[in-house]
């Protein structure tokens, strides 16, 4: 052991000496990392303070009950419960309903003949990702009205128009929904990428062994892609207690607040608009030590099973 | 969000760093009484503007840019002329508060330990209050240097009822307030079409079962889809829905009556007004997107023909009017609030309190020359001064017309500039500073202010002040927030129908349980202290 730390070491002195240059060169960006992203981090101490804007957070108060005031304030409001519940809910629709969704995009773009239509129809699905939140939203808004398109249709089929945006019952789907026509296109690229990735000559040997297209499918394009399947899959489960607060934002109003209200709706709402600075940096700061367990769990997980991890 | 907050919070400690010595010092309330010099040229009795140009003076407020300004305004722009009439210089450093709540922008301004001269904020909203401004070190008292304000320091001391509204408790006046005219405080309101009423052959409705017979009719005899439509958040801001509720004599959130302090959905009556509106919604008299729709479809519903009633701002009933111009059937009048029985009085309505805090002026601890600072703000205050922050010039954007101010065509027929209203706020600004209104809706057609008429109440009596709390207070004063937030969801869903009215108790219950009875017990303290200021 020891002898080993000391070769690194050496090693490591070495390595130096030969490429001081380009160690000199990486300064920078180690410095950029220190002062903007891990010195910044340090403000999560507000977190366990009572934070005054006149006294800086350096200076304000440490909050009762050894800091975790604010955790426990949280904990025992009616809030947490429910916003928790809703972000863990949202996040594994999207994770069950949108995670797939780009693959078997991918997949079909892939198996059709002609380029051309291809092209065009990977340019229609990806077109939705350039369309701005606030302009989806109100498109969605507005096709949601008790005389708005969705309406519209299932009138056609004799059903009674519904205010679909105040029906706590379908915010979750409307939700989803509409994030997956939004992100599918864009998403399949990454996957596209990698089945163009594969060798062919694998298709053709299967070709020459009979298979048909399915099997093909089954057997080479998806184990082809499955490291980029679990990479993407631990990193959107990283995601998963981050719910984005813009879309629910401008989406949810008080009568569905009961199926919308998410930890960092909660978040904006506290910190933000009712300026509680210290309480919602420690609402997030929880949601943060979720979301860091999860990719760390999801991890471990697939290095045991596929041996690919992040880390 | 992450992004955003982390980007907020970097901001906050890299400026925290940089200003440590800034703003942490205790200048807040000196025991110690300042003496005015009897030569400060500022204080003397000859005073007169405007002041030798000399002294430049820094607000957190940003200007329209002289390339942004439309030719007609060009050298007539208030910002620029005001420079002139009381020869003070501003500097304009952006992030201003926004007019009802502290934005983030200025959270900003005051972590970074620099302030301007003149700081515009809404110190009521502000955590901890007007006291809290000035113990942090933001902003100073002004009672000691009133010999630099004689124009504010006068009316207030002449006007009682004022003074006690723009005061902290103990007497100390921490801004130049935003006053409005108390004869123009309900700004939104119900208009009815008088040509729908008279296809169905009915009065403009009074009692609550004329107004829902009139709904009933505009339902079914011209097939409206949203008969009476509105924002559902305009039943919980404050008293922007009291015209619906005042026939049982409650209206969301605070109310006073005598020397109590109430809250409305605890209050008997809400829970019948509740049980109305649900079954009003039920039978599709209101809006069936009254969750999700905003400002901007209300008044396109309104304008469409698609609402027959509409609970709308002043300002976008004047926009549907004027998207009507051309149709001569387009006839609007204006609805007082509902009533229970035939003859009664229109107890409650809108209604905006004179002053709550926006859009007012204070001098920050880090102005140097607190005597021109003063000058310049109590210039809205003098009789001159007042007339141009209202009108603008004299003889280019108004005259006298026996004896009344009269906008020239400039303001109210300007071809260049979108309203009449726009136009105002080129040549004056007489809602949005620190003054005391003269007049706000002049430059508005008749129509309107007819219309606008009939919105007025005796709300005065039943509206909440705006109070001070102390710094315990404030820690109960925070439960309210989610109380709000539960008591919107909640009465939303029992109007919608998405839960059963039997549950009205339980909900009660809910709230009473989050600490309501506390923040009424401090809400009640702080009227009581306003009352004996």
């Keep these: 052991m020891a002898t080993n730390k000391k070769g690194r070491g050496a090693e490591i002195r070495l390595d130096f000496q030969k490429n001081k240059v380009v160690y000199f060169m990486f300064v920078p960006v180690v410095i950029f990392f220190l002062v903007f992203h891990y010195y910044p981090m340090s403000g999560i101490i507000l977190a366990f303070k009572d934070f005054k804007p006149a006294h800086g957070i350096w200076g304000s108060a440490f909050t009762g009950m050894f800091g975790f005031e604010h955790f426990v304030t949280f904990f025992s409001g009616v809030h947490a419960q429910r916003t928790i519940t809703n972000t863990i ?8 309903f949108g995670f797939p969704m780009p693959i078997i ?62 029906e706590p019952g379908m915010f979750r789907t409307i939700y989803v929904a509409s994030g997956i026509w939004q992100a599918m296109g864009w998403d399949s690229i990454i996957y596209l990428a990698a089945i163009a990735g594969i060798d062919t000559q694998l298709y053709e040997a299967a070709s020459l062994d009979g298979a048909g297209r399915f099997k093909k499918i089954w057997h080479i394009t998806l184990p082809g892609i499955k490291s980029t399947v679990v990479i993407l899959l631990i990193m959107q489960i990283g995601k998963m207690m981050s719910v984005g607060s813009e879309k629910i934002l401008l989406l949810y109003n008080p009568s569905t607040y009961k199926t919308a209200d998410v930890i960092s709706t909660y978040v904006y709402r506290k910190g933000l608009l009712d300026q509680d600075y210290s309480y919602s940096t420690a609402v997030n700061l929880f949601n943060s030590v979720i979301n860091f367990a999860l990719v760390y769990f999801a991890n471990a997980v697939s290095r045991k099973l596929t041996e690919t991890s992040l880390f | 969000m992450k992004k955003f907050l982390a980007m907020l919070l970097a901001a906050l400690l890299v400026v925290s760093c940089f200003a440590c010595n800034g703003g942490t010092g205790d200048a807040g309330k000196n025991d110690s009484k300042v003496e005015i010099d009897a030569n400060d040229p500022y204080a003397a009795k000859d005073f007169a503007y405007p002041m030798d140009g000399t002294v430049t003076l820094s607000i957190n407020m940003t200007k329209t840019d002289e390339a942004e300004l439309p030719n007609w305004v060009k050298g007539h722009y208030f910002w620029d002329v005001i420079e002139e009439k009381t020869g003070i210089k501003l500097e304009y450093i952006g992030s201003a508060s926004k007019p009802q709540e ?51 320091a006068g009316w207030l001391e002449s006007d009682e009822e004022a003074n006690k509204t723009v005061s902290m408790d103990d007497g100390t006046w921490f801004c130049f307030p935003n006053f409005g005219n108390a004869r123009e405080t309900s700004g939104t309101g119900f208009a009815i079409r008088q040509d729908y009423l008279d296809a169905i052959g009915e009065e403009a409705p009074q009692t609550v079962e004329e107004w829902y017979n009139v709904l009933t009719k505009f339902k079914n005899e011209l097939n409206l889809t949203a008969p009476l439509t509105f924002e559902a958040r305009w039943f919980f801001l404050e008293y922007a829905a009291a015209g619906l509720s005042s026939p049982w004599g409650v209206c969301y959130p605070f ?84 009533v229970m029985n035939e003859g009664d009085t229109p107890e409650m309505g809108h209604y905006n309190n004179p002053f709550n805090g926006g859009c007012s002026t204070s001098i920050s601890t880090q102005c140097e020359n607190i005597g021109a600072c003063a000058r310049f703000l109590d210039y809205a205050y003098t009789e001159e001064g007042a007339l141009f922050f209202a009108y603008g010039e004299e003889g280019f954007a108004w005259d006298y017309v026996d004896g009344t101010p009269t906008f020239r065509d400039i303001v109210t027929n300007n071809e260049e500039t979108p309203d009449a209203q726009a ?82 108790d339980s909900f009660i219950e809910e709230i009473n349980g989050m600490g309501l009875q506390d923040v009424l017990k401090v809400r009640q303290d702080a009227y009581t202290r306003f009352k004996n200021r």
Aim: proline fraction near 3%; hydrophobic fraction near 40%; include cysteine.
């Design chain 2, 102 to 152: 502290t934005s983030e922008e200025f959270s900003l301004l005051l972590t970074s330990g620099e302030y301007p001269d003149i700081m515009q904020a809404n110190w009521i909203t502000f955590k901890g209050g007007p006291s809290a401004a000035i113990n942090d070190g933001y902003i100073i008292a002004l009672n000691d240097y009133k010999a630099y304000f004689p124009g504010l």
């Design chain 2, 255 to 338: 109310f006073v009556e005598g020397d109590d302090v109430k809250f409305g959905p605890t209050e008997e009556g809400y829970k019948e007004f509740v049980t109305e509106m649900a079954k009003w919604y039920a039978e599709g008299l209101i809006d069936k997107d009254l969750a999700s729709v905003d400002k901007s479809t209300v008044q396109s519903k309104f304008a469409s023909g698609e609402a027959g009633l509409a609970l709308q701002q002043i300002r976008n009933i004047q926009n549907c009017l004027k998207a009507n111009a051309e149709d001569p059937n387009y006839q609007v009048i204006g609805l007082t609030s509902m």
């Design chain 2, 423 to 504: 136009a105002r706020y080129f040549v004056a600004q007489f809602a949005n500073f620190s003054l005391h209104a003269l007049d706000t809706r002049s430059h508005m057609g008749a129509e309107v202010l007819e219309i606008q008429k009939s919105f007025e109440t005796n709300m005065n009596k039943y509206s909440y002040p705006t109070v001070t709390y102390t710094e315990d207070e404030v820690k109960t004063i925070s439960k309210w927030n989610d109380i709000d937030t539960t008591c919107r969801e909640r009465i939303l869903g029992f109007i919608l129908g998405n839960e059963d009215l039997a549950n009205w």
């Design chain 1, 89 to 96: 809910l949202i996040s594994l629709y999207q994770l069950i």
């Design chain 1, 105 to 166: 995009l991918a997949i079909m773009l892939n198996e059709l003949r002609s380029p051309k239509f291809k092209k065009v129809m990977q340019t229609v699905t990806y077109f939705p990702h350039f369309i701005s939140t606030v302009v989806v939203c109100g498109m969605i808004t507005e096709f949601c009205l008790s005389d708005g398109l969705f309406n519209q249709i299932s009138g056609f089929f004799g059903a009674e128009p519904i205010s679909m945006l105040s």
